[in-house]
């Protein structure tokens, strides 16, 4: 039950984007590359979002780039498998760059009518803590851990539905920052099951 996630439809998407991941390598394009590359455009996007006077309209830039950025994502992972690319740096800007990438594309929601700042930000935490959790599972014995119910992907395919619900409805409907909340404790489970599967795993 605790792998329950978006996440298992990764090896499918992964053969669709080898060829991508070739092109990107005969170019001379490395691993750590494309990682800096989605996490910068996340930043420039979320800080974009948040500050700058724009209409609503350009939240639908949001499910554009969030899908490239999970393909990106796949993409980095090849490349260092495939090429030979796998450095300890590497691991480092893998997880560091996602938690960074994820708060900043999280925060334009806690500027938007109908959403609390608290549970915005309560869901930044818990989302970096989930990762921390998956990671973890190292530390022990374990292997890095991607159990469900609410990991990265699943959470991008949220804000993907968010960002564009709030470029085509306006005003936005007063129900819409209940998913806050929602998210926060699916976000949560996903901490505990990765915490709890992590130390059975290492038991074994």
């Not at 090896?11 to 080898?18: E, G, H, I, T």
């Not at 968010?162 to 819409?176: C, D, F, I, N, R």
């Amino acid at each position: 039950m605790t792998q329950l996630s978006i996440y298992r439809l990764k090896p499918a998407f992964q053969r669709l984007l080898m060829p991508a991941a070739r092109g990107l390598h005969r170019v001379g394009i490395s691993a750590n590359q494309v990682t800096l590359f989605a996490c910068a455009v996340s930043v420039v996007l979320g800080l974009a979002l948040f500050l700058a006077p724009l209409s609503p309209a350009w939240f639908a830039l949001l499910p554009i780039w969030l899908f490239l950025r999970m393909a990106l994502n796949a993409i980095d992972g090849m490349m260092a498998r495939e090429f030979d690319q796998c450095t300890a740096l590497g691991a480092y800007l893998n997880e560091l760059t996602d938690v960074m990438a994820d708060a900043a594309l999280y925060l334009p929601f806690a500027a938007l009518p109908g959403f609390s700042p608290l549970w915005v930000g309560a869901l930044v935490l818990a989302a970096a803590l989930s990762e921390m959790a998956g990671v973890l599972g190292q530390t022990v014995g374990a292997s890095r851990r991607y159990d469900g119910p609410f990991g990265k992907s699943d959470r991008a395919v949220l804000f993907g539905a968010l960002g564009g619900v709030v470029a085509v409805v306006q005003p936005l409907p007063g129900w819409l920052g209940v998913s806050m909340p929602i998210a926060v404790a699916l976000t949560t489970l996903t901490v505990v099951n990765r915490v709890r599967a992590g130390l059975a795993e290492s038991r074994r």
